[in-house]
């Protein structure tokens, strides 16, 4: 997510490809060093959609389609 | 007599002068405040219009169906809370059913739907210091995403961080009765729709 554009692909790849593996890693890290918060988007069992917070790329799901990155959030005012 | 009837006359416009002015000179400041026009720096309308589209596509790809129809015809997201204990850990509240309403850019406001009890305000943003276009703030559907995210996400953590304050600091109490009565005649038209869908038989 961006301020003035909403969402830009920032990579795209299949893990299972050792390469695009690694690229999705080194993006995956860029973001969270940037101080972006990552979050993949899913299903319960029951129907509900939840968000779940992931903070490397081990956490997240292996049936996960995409993973979101977001500012960190701060207390406003 | 004529002497006493113009001096009240007199003492009554004067009152009411003291009175009714700073009201009026307020409300002429807030007019004239509101017809003023602020220039941004490099603000493309254009662009954030683009920008809000594309946020609503995501927002409506990570939601359920009830929500995007809730934030696309009421302009807010409930979202239910998942703290035993709370959202304010407090004794009052534990136990309770309790959810959250996510308005764009406004503070996430905690409430109890049995009584529509407001319990707090938790001011949270998501400011991007890098300003890619020279703004720090989220289309509006991207603070709506990453309120929801947070919350159903970490809501402990996003409550932590968040300034906590009580109802009523920048949400008005009023405007937020009104939208709880809103989605409660939202939800029984919805249901009735639904119960309407079960109950016919579509046509071949």
């Known amino acids: 997510m961006k301020p003035g554009h909403g ?71 | 007599m004529l002497l006493a009837i113009s001096a009240s006359l007199i003492v009554i416009l004067v009152l009411l002068w003291e009175v009714g002015w700073p009201v009026a000179a307020e409300k002429i400041a807030r007019w004239r405040a509101g017809r003023a026009i602020v220039e941004i720096e490099g603000y493309d309308p ?57 308005y764009p850019h406004k503070p996430i406001v905690a409430y109890l739907p049995q009584t529509r009890r407001l319990l707090s305000e938790y001011c949270v943003a998501f400011p991007d210091d890098t300003r890619p276009y020279g703004s720090a703030r989220l289309p509006d559907s991207d603070d709506v995403l990453a309120k929801w995210m947070a919350l159903t996400g970490d809501e402990r953590r996003i409550i932590a961080t968040a300034n906590m304050h009580l109802p009523g600091r920048q949400v008005d109490p009023k405007q937020i009765k009104r939208d709880l009565w809103r989605l409660a005649k939202w939800e029984q038209a919805r249901l009735r729709e639904q119960r309407r869908g079960a109950g016919s038989v579509p046509a071949p």
């Open chain 2, 46 to 102: 254009g662009r954030e219009r683009r920008a809000e589209q594309r946020a609503r596509t995501l927002l409506r790809s990570c939601v359920n169906e009830e929500e995007w129809a809730m934030y696309r015809d009421l302009g807010f997201i409930r979202v239910w809370g998942g703290l035993s204990q709370g959202p304010m850990g407090d004794r009052d509240s534990r136990g309770t059913t309790y959810a959250y309403i996510i």
């Open chain 1, 7 to 77: 969402e830009v692909l920032i990579a795209e790849g299949d893990v299972d490809v050792p390469e695009e593996h690694d690229e999705l890693v080194a993006a995956f890290r860029e973001q969270l060093d940037a101080g972006m918060w990552a979050a993949v988007p899913r299903a319960t069992p029951g129907g509900r959609r939840e968000a779940q917070m992931v903070s490397s790329f081990d956490d997240v799901p292996p049936d996960a389609d995409r993973v979101i990155f977001f500012p960190r959030a701060a207390g406003g005012q």
